[in-house]
């Protein structure tokens, strides 16, 4: 049996990825922008 990827699917594929990827990395960053730098250093 031949595997072979259909390139829509690498395309679904990355997309998905870079959309996981910009969640990840955007979700805590914009979280620790919106905090009191003085409450986060209370924290530790």
């Given at each position: 049996m031949e595997f072979r990827m259909d390139p829509i699917s690498i395309v679904v594929a990355v997309g998905l990825m870079?959309?996981?990827?910009?969640?990840?990395?955007?979700l805590p960053a914009w979280r620790a922008s919106n905090m009191d730098p003085m409450v986060a250093l209370r924290a530790q």
């Open positions: 870079i959309v996981t990827v910009l969640i990840a990395g955007f």
